[in-house]
């Protein structure tokens, strides 16, 4: 069964480093997204990518966050300087229709910002 | 007001029953529903989506009530591997590709 990849499974970083955290997507898919989950809260929406650009994003996405499809298989998010509040698990998903809008997700990577 | 709510729980049953959880959303004009699923420490996985005319899956059901706006999900004949936490989700209304996630409900199925 096709299923979405995420790596690193944990990444730990310095305060102040940037991280790539890296998606590989559904491959007939064509709507990608990611969301963090801080531990013990609810899962919040951070971005969604489509035909090569930012469909929608939320007021979390703010400019130290990038995505990027640099080929035709992987997603990425960036985090130009991380700070402690970033550590959460980041979760990518992708769908492979805007009417269907069911999304699978990957196994998440928990990132820990030191 | 929060875009989707849902009661915490835990809900705590034994095997056999039937539980039954809702979700509210703010914004009228959501037009995609569904409730996943998250084990402790995993990814959301999709239960199932939500339609308008109500939907069954096994032993699960959902229904939507758009005049009240809420969502309904139950669960017949509860399985101790029902024991999860139950995400319901909820797209924006202009954001179609913007989704709203509730804080969950957890489900304990005891023997």
């Known amino acids: 069964e096709p299923e979405v990849t995420q790596t690193p499974s944990h990444q730990v970083t310095q305060m102040g480093q940037e991280v790539i955290l890296r998606c590989v997507p559904i491959s007939n898919h064509l709507y990608f997204y990611w969301y963090r989950q801080i531990l013990g809260q609810k899962v919040e929406f951070l971005v969604s990518f489509y035909n090569n650009e930012i469909s929608e994003k939320s007021e979390i996405f703010d400019d130290q966050f990038s995505v990027e499809r640099p080929d035709g298989s992987n997603f990425t998010l960036k985090i130009r300087s991380t700070k402690l509040e970033d550590s959460a698990m980041y979760f990518c998903?992708?769908?492979?229709?805007?009417?269907?809008?069911?999304?699978?997700f990957g196994a998440g990577t928990r990132l820990s910002v030191l | 007001r929060k875009e989707v709510e849902q009661d915490p729980g835990p809900f705590n049953v034994p095997e056999g029953a039937t539980v039954a959880f809702n979700c509210t959303y703010s914004n009228s004009a959501s037009q995609s529903f569904f409730w996943y699923r998250q084990d402790c420490r995993k990814e959301p996985k999709l239960l199932m989506s939500v339609y308008s005319s109500g939907n069954e899956d096994g032993r699960f059901t959902a229904q939507l009530n758009r005049a009240s706006q809420y969502i309904s999900l139950l669960i017949r004949d509860s399985k101790l591997s029902d024991s999860a936490t139950y995400l319901c989700v909820v797209n924006g209304a202009a954001n179609f590709n913007k989704f709203y996630f509730g804080s969950g409900t957890k489900l304990n199925v005891k023997p």
């Open positions: 998903a992708s769908s492979d229709s805007e009417t269907k809008n069911i999304q699978y």
